[in-house]
């Protein structure tokens, strides 16, 4: 199966030779249509670079990332970005940068609003509403774009157990809606990673020390001498 990302060898240092931090070491991956994969690991092990690598938000610095020009990606940080402007205008802006004229993006924002339970919200100012619904505009935001390939970076650290676990069902719903699209994240939270996730990548220092099926890696396969680390993580044990 052809993959639509794929990262071969890839390494990404940022600052001067002496004093460098390597923030991705040699990292080879492949994503393929469906797959849900979780990002796993300590604070600074390499997640967020490695989303942003995957998405062409970072360029590596030795390796190579090839995607399939064909699909369409989209990325949610943990922290959405929303312009001072209506709740619908934020949605219709990002579809209108990817080239749909702007008297045609309405409807599809009310409809990507919709799913996500905000179309009584449109017209009010985006920046404030809560943290939670201010995630869900940022979900409508990318949903709209109809992605391939969606990436999420911590979406739900920031906010209060209903919203994390309301974000979490809009996923599995978008997820059910379009079967092949594919699911990236980094997440800290365990359950989340059981819930969501069909493969787990469990990051140190920038290596990628396990690249297992979520049934494999929360089971007997981290008992091997060769996943030590990601079995301290998981138990908590990590120093």
């Known amino acids: 199966m052809m993959a639509l990302v794929e990262a071969r060898n890839v390494s990404v240092q940022f600052g001067a030779s002496a004093r460098a931090v390597h923030a991705l070491q040699s990292v080879s ?38 995607r399939d020009a064909a699909s369409r990606q989209a990325m949610l940080f943990q922290r959405p970005h929303l312009l001072r402007l209506s709740v619908i205008n934020n949605v219709a802006l990002g579809m209108w940068l990817r080239g749909t004229p702007w008297n045609h993006t309405r409807e599809r924002a009310l409809e990507s609003l919709r799913g996500v339970g905000l179309e009584d919200l449109a017209q009010r100012p985006a920046h404030k509403l809560s943290g939670g619904q201010q995630q869900r505009v940022a979900l409508a935001r990318a949903w709209a774009l109809a992605p391939q390939v969606l990436l999420l970076d911590e979406p739900t650290a ?52 396990a690249d297992l099926p979520v049934a494999d890696f929360f089971g007997g396969a981290l ?7 990601a079995q301290l993580f998981v138990k908590g044990e990590l120093v």
């Open 158 to 209: 920031s906010l209060d157990p209903h919203a994390k676990r309301e974000v979490e069902s809009l996923l599995a719903n978008m997820a059910s809606q379009q079967p092949d699209m594919t699911l990236i994240f980094a997440s800290h939270n365990l359950g989340q990673v059981k819930r969501m996730a069909s493969r787990v990548l469990y990051l140190e220092q920038g290596r990628v020390l």
């Open 223 to 229: 008992q091997q001498d060769c996943y030590r680390q």
């Open 29 to 66: 991956m492949q994503v393929h249509a469906g797959e849900r994969i979780a990002l796993v690991g300590a604070n600074g092990c390499g997640k967020s670079t490695l989303l942003r690598l995957l998405h062409g938000l970072q360029r590596p610095t030795s390796g190579s990332v090839q």
